[in-house]
């Protein structure tokens, strides 16, 4: 049965035509879908004939939430949502000044292999389809009743290893009969895939590109995120300012702060070095403990000190609050310990 809740209007248009529909019916049903209908019985507008040729002709699957854990101290909501498939996936809900956040996550897992990561400690298993990004900031917006006016791709999985889903996912989400929410409301994270940084670029979007340097040469960045090897620290900067060049977009570098890895002095340097004539902004996290990972965050000190030489070059660097530390907020973390609880059981 084919998905309705991936099809953009425009295909919807199509498969009605071919069901000798009026035209208008498509963006019925596509309002329907895009409000979080559960089932087509849901569609009152729709006649019962109509209603029942849709059960038996398309699929119209919601997630539900296996867990569901609520921050004591800033409000941060973290989901659990089990797919189709028993798969599950984590979206997290922040609540900042400038509006409501979701993070939602691209894959089942991540083929990437970032040594500070507990997203990828399992390897990839899936990708996701669109309407599987779609239903993470639709029912995370449904269940807590507060309204998502940002999304960022920073959750589980790589989004540019799943390029046509990502793009097709922003399309739908993008599209004012659905959530309409606007591409300057929405920032995508990468490991730095340079092919599809660059096929990225060609579609001119206004979407914020967030990139995930965490060091800048390739002795260190080859040692925590393999992907390095494949491209390096110059050619990956090089994509950015061609990023930059044909969106007008600032890049935000995302930095963790490791100790005594990625956080000396000398290194600070070094990042002043790299990114000079990148319109760029830095974004210094320190380092979530990962379990699994002998990896620890810098100390406070060695963090704002980091912060300091990058702005007393020139290049705007914050460092950001962490949210949701009292539930597991971060990256894969909650999914990988549910499994790892289901196989026990
Ligand atoms: N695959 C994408 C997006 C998912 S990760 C990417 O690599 O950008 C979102 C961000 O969290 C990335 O910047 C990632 O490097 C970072 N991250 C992963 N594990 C972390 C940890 N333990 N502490 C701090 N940041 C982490």
Not at 155 to 160: A, F, H, R, S, W
């Amino acid at each position: 049965m084919k998905d309705i809740k991936s099809m953009t209007l425009a295909e919807l248009e199509q498969e009605m035509a071919q069901l000798g529909e009026p035209k208008f019916r498509a963006k019925q049903i596509y309002t329907w879908v895009h409000r979080g209908a559960r089932s087509f019985d849901e569609m009152s507008n729709l006649s019962k004939n109509l209603r029942e040729r849709l059960a038996e002709n398309y699929e119209l699957y919601c997630p539900t939430a296996v867990r569901k854990l609520e921050s004591q101290r800033d409000g941060t909501i973290k989901y659990l949502w089990r797919l189709k498939d028993g798969n599950c996936v984590e979206s997290v809900l922040m609540r900042y000044h400038h509006g409501n956040t979701v993070c939602i996550s691209s894959e089942v897992g991540c083929p990437m292999g970032c040594a500070f990561c507990a997203s990828t400690l399992g390897g990839l298993v899936r990708r996701l389809t669109p309407s599987e990004m779609l239903d993470q900031v639709l029912f995370t917006q449904l269940d807590s009743g507060l309204q998502i006016s940002n999304i960022v791709l920073m959750g589980i999985g790589e989004p540019l290893d799943n390029f046509d889903t990502v793009c097709r996912f922003l399309e739908l989400v993008n599209s004012p009969e659905g959530m309409n929410i606007g591409m300057r409301h929405i920032s995508l994270s990468t490991c730095g895939i340079v092919d599809k940084i660059d096929l990225l670029a060609q579609k001119n979007l206004q979407l914020t590109l967030s990139v995930s340097l965490h060091a800048p040469i390739d002795e260190v960045r080859s040692r925590i995120m393999p992907i390095n090897k494949k491209y390096p620290v110059d050619v990956l900067l090089a994509s950015c300012k061609r990023y930059f060049e044909a969106t007008g977009r600032r890049i935000s570098f995302e930095y963790a702060m490791i100790r005594d890895v990625n956080d000396t002095q000398e290194i600070a340097q070094l990042l002043v070095k790299k990114l000079r004539g990148i319109a760029a902004h830095v974004n210094l996290i320190p380092l979530n403990d990962v379990e699994e990972s002998p990896l620890k965050p810098s100390r406070p000190d060695t963090v704002r000190a980091f912060q300091q030489t990058l702005e007393k070059n020139g290049i705007p660097a914050t460092v950001r609050r962490t949210l949701g530390g009292d539930i597991n907020a971060s990256c894969g973390q909650l999914r990988r310990k549910y499994e790892q609880s289901a196989r026990k059981e």
